[in-house]
């Protein structure tokens, strides 16, 4: 049967590795198992959810727009504004933003539009932290471009070095996509960080997508967006604040919602203009009701403030717990720990047959590229999403075990 070719060079699925790595280990304990593999929240999302999605019941037999209601829209041009304290007007509802069935199809597809077939007198390249959510490097590698790896290690403080990208691979950048929080690390991009990446893309003639579904999961301060940093730059050499500039976000994170599959992507209006094209073709409708919803969650903040309070008492519990070993830090942004255990794999065998606790070895979200060690290899991630009690028993287990 004839396949894309391509599909050989992605790897695993990281969640596909992890259960072949445990499935025929069996835990020696008695405890009940803790899953902190998969960055799912566990809170319940605000009930004005589920009596927006019952106001809107007898809407499921519409067709909705691809591109998102009007209404829906307007709420997070406004949230936007709000967020990041963008010039009034500067985003317009019918320009800059098109509603997503979650940030994933959306973080896939960009790579469809923006990469051409040859760039800068070669194959083109898309840019890929390293580590990185898998999705980016399934993205490049479908669309025909060479991935290059931008190592985000302690060393660099856990964001790809920009001024180490040598030339020669900028000319060829079709897209760049950076996190902000990072996942897995938490890492917070400075503002003067995403105006240096925005200053390339322009210089270089590339997208730059900044995939801030983290963004309202933070400790102290609140992340700064790729958006606020245009704003700051000034107008760009294409059209406008946003040129060559889109971000993502979601509510899955947001609003403990992943089940809505709810998110947006926003920014420079020639690409949102054709990305709206494409996705008349190949992109997912998001069904009115949860429109709806979506609406009624980017509208209201006190959930949102809620959800970031329980995450802090979460960290609050991981640092009572293990400060000062497996080089921890309390993370900027995001709901994991990066855990330095000196060999990943081992230690994720360790935990869930020792202590019956699911991790991720962070050599699975990281990859060995260009001649280099793996980054991720010497770390485990664990998602810090259950209840604190669920916590505490999980950190003394590690405790016991590492
Ligand atoms: C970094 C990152 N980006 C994007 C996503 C996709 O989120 P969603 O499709 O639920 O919006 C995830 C989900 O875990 C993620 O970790």
Known sequence: MPLNPQLDSLSDYPFESLRTLLNPV?????????????????????????????????????????????????A????????????????????????????KEGLYLLSSLVVPRRKGGGRPVVLVPNPYYLV??????????????????????????????????????ALFYLCSPANPQGTIASLDYLKEAIRLARLYDFVVAVDECYA??????????????????????????????????SLSKRSSAAGLRSGFVAGDPRVIGQFKHLRDYGGCQVPLPIQWAATALWRDEAHVEENRARYRRKFDVAEAAIAG????????????????????????????????IRVLPGGYTARAAHGRENPGSRYIRLAIVHDEATLEAAFARLRRVL
Request: glycine share 8%; net charge negative.
């Open 325 to 356: 070993r497996f080089g921890f830090y309390r993370p900027d942004g995001g709901f994991f720990l990066w855990l330095d255990v000196g060999d990943g794999e081992a230690a994720t065998v360790r935990l869930w047959r020792d202590a019956a």
């Open 216 to 249: 309202e999961i933070y400790d102290r301060v609140p992340p700064p967006g790729a958006l606020e940093a245009c704003a700051a730059l000034g107008a760009g050499v294409g059209d406008g604040l946003f040129d060559r500039v889109v971000v993502f976000h």
């Open 76 to 103: 997070i041009a406004d949230w936007l504004a709000r967020r990041y304290r963008l010039p009034q007007a500067a985003v317009d509802a019918d320009r800059n933003i098109l509603t997503l069935a979650g940030t």
């Open 26 to 74: 069996v835990p020696r304990v008695n405890d009940p198992p803790i899953l902190m593999s998969v960055g799912e929240p566990q809170h319940q999302p605000p009930a004005l959810l589920a009596e927006t999605l019952a106001a809107h019941a007898h809407e499921w037999n519409k067709y909705p727009p691809m591109a998102g209601t009007p209404e829906l829209r307007q």
């Open 136 to 173: 980016y490097n399934g993205a490049a590698t479908m669309a025909g471009a060479d991935a290059v790896f931008l190592d985000a290690t302690r060393e660099n403080g856990f964001m790809p070095d920009l001024a180490a990208i040598p030339r020669a691979i900028l000319e060829r950048t």
